[in-house]
Nanobody, 116 residues
């Protein structure tokens, strides 16, 4: 049974916007923080943003002021609104619980390419 699915990635021009979506099972999402992570080839996944059950969001310095993490406890989704994207935002994006060792196996992720 698939417990989380990421979508919404693609090509986006630098300075543009993109919205990623993560669909999770209620049993996974309920009571837990959910986060978006980014991974470059050959490197570990790194945290991008996380959101508490009550909607408090925390961002890394690299994305603060540009990205917004949006949690919908009714639809069991956590979206990542990416604005004013930069080349360094390119990568494979994953969602999971925070911390990730509390969550299920990683999904397939969704790829973001930022071009000039």
């Amino acid at each position: 049974q698939v417990q989380l699915v990421e979508s919404g990635g693609g090509l986006v021009q630098a300075g543009g916007s993109l919205r990623l979506s993560c669909a999770l099972s209620w049993t996974i999402m309920s009571g837990n923080q959910v986060a978006w992570y980014r991974q470059d080839p050959g490197k570990d996944r790194e945290l991008v943003a996380r959101v508490t059950e009550k909607g408090t969001s925390i961002y890394t310095e690299l994305v603060k002021g540009r990205f917004k993490i949006i949690r919908d406890n009714t639809e069991n989704t956590v979206d990542l609104q990416m604005n004013n994207v930069k080349h360094e935002d390119s990568g494979m994006y994953f969602c999971n619980l925070f911390p990730s060792h509390l969550g299920p196996d990683w999904g397939q992720g969704t790829q973001v390419y930022v071009y000039s």
